[in-house]
């Protein structure tokens, strides 16, 4: 049950043009009716709603920034944030899904593809005919992805890859997965691995609390041939990988303040309605301290997220501050849940309301990504000068 309502406490839709509010405003439409309805029966019995993929692609959800010749939209970063936010009022889940297939799979092949493999891809990725997934973490190096293993060498017109990545959003259904690994010189490059191509297998993940919704599992590489023109040319190093990651930590940055609002604005309304004590829970003052705080919190975020979204478009958003944005939002987003949670009372834990679907939903969201802990200590090292975390 979810409402469409949102708080606007600082006015900033006189912020965005009519265009980025008709696009917030469809994919609004579009989770109202086409995700909140079951969207937690399909988390209850832990299934993806593969249907969306193809009606994702159709509404624009894929790839929105990626120029029209290639199937995408051609948006700004700040339509391309509201869409996260609107999804993410949904699920997740479901926006794990679009951060990854827009950010982590589309961005770098059109960034570091040659032509032939913008070509091949972008399109069917934009339609959603063809679903991908980003495999960086491992199972010995999460937060640290540079001391990856897995590793491919040369062999002639092909290269052989070997090794394996574990935590990976829509591995079990993806086409094509963007991997990186090591060459033989240890340096970090990027590759598209096909589904179908010979020692290669994608395990899923089973028995997770969290994230339900969307698909989770491993990519295994067993002595496998991939052809060299599946080598993303245009980068070397762990530059690569990150580059997409501060893609994907916008859109998560917004999306947080989506589930935040759903979390929210399902308090408010059963606040006015729970009777105790002959009088609406709204009534009470820990009651109204609880919904203050937390239209506060959420005000706060939606302006980081504005102004980071048109420094985004200037060019001019930087890591660090893609990682206070990303750090501060979820953990906003995860304060407001557990006291939306509470606020519901027993309620709070029923299926019958979204808020404990995002509570689990969101501690995946603080974990992947980069932790709470490490985007704490890209911030210190911006600070101080000194990385804390090698
Ligand atoms: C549902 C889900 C989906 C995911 N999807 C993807 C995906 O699509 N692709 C992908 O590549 N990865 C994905 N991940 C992986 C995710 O990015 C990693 O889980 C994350 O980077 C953390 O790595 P780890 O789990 O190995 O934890 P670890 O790195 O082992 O960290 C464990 C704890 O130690 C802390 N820690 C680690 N190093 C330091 C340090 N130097 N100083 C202080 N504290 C430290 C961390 O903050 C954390 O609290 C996904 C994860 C989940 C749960």
Same mark, same amino acid.
């Given at each position: 049950m979810t409402t469409s309502a949102t708080p606007d406490f600082y006015a900033l839709d006189d912020l965005f043009t009519d265009e980025q509010k008709l696009i917030r405003q469809t994919v609004r439409d579009f989770v109202q009716r086409e995700i909140a309805p079951d969207i937690d029966d399909y988390a209850q019995r832990a299934e993806f709603p593969r249907h969306l993929v193809k009606r994702f692609g159709e509404i624009g959800l894929f790839g929105p920034t990626i120029p029209p010749e290639y199937g995408?939209?051609? %948006?700004d970063a700040l339509a391309y944030g509201l869409m996260c936010q609107e999804i993410e009022r949904g699920d997740s889940g479901l926006r794990s899904v679009v951060s990854v297939q827009s950010s982590l799979v589309m961005w770098p092949i059109f960034a570091y593809g040659s032509e032939e493999q913008k070509k091949k891809w972008l399109p069917k990725l934009a339609s959603g005919e063809a679903l991908g997934c980003f495999g960086l973490t491992e199972p010995d190096y *999460?937060?640290?992805? *540079?001391? $990856?293993?897995t590793h491919f060498h040369d062999a002639g017109d092909h290269v052989v890859l070997n090794g394996s990545k574990l935590w990976i959003t829509n591995s079990p259904l993806a086409d094509v997965a963007v991997v990186w690994a090591k060459n033989e010189a240890g340096k970090i490059r990027g590759l598209l691995v096909e589904r179908g191509m010979e020692g290669f297998s994608t395990p899923e993940i089973h028995r997770?609390?969290? %994230?339900?919704?969307s698909t989770t599992g491993e990519l295994v590489f067993e002595n496998v041939k991939i052809p060299k023109?599946?080598? %993303?040319?245009?980068v070397e190093g762990l530059r690569g990988p990150l580059g997409c990651l501060d893609q994907a930590r916008f859109g998560i940055a917004w999306g947080a303040v989506g589930a935040a609002i759903d979390c929210y604005e399902t308090a408010r309304r059963y606040t006015a309605e729970r009777i105790q004590f002959d009088r609406p829970l709204a009534s009470f003052q820990l009651i109204q301290k609880k919904m203050a705080e937390m239209l506060t919190a959420i005000t706060q975020a939606q302006l980081v997220c504005w102004r980071l979204g048109t420094l985004k478009n200037e060019g001019k958003a930087t890591t660090a501050q893609i990682s206070m944005a990303k750090r501060a939002n979820v953990a906003m987003a995860l304060e407001v849940a557990r006291e939306a949670r509470q606020i519901l009372g027993? $309620?709070?834990?029923?299926?019958?309301?979204?808020i404990m679907r995002h509570l689990m939903n969101l501690e995946s969201v603080v974990t992947y990504e980069g932790t709470h802990d490490i985007h704490l200590l890209i911030l210190g090292a911006e600070i101080t000068g000194i990385q804390a975390f090698k």
């Open positions: 995408g939209g051609g %948006l *999460g937060s640290n992805p *540079g001391g $990856m293993k997770k609390w969290s %994230l339900r919704a023109e599946n080598v %993303l040319p245009g027993g $309620m709070g834990i029923s299926g019958d309301f979204p």
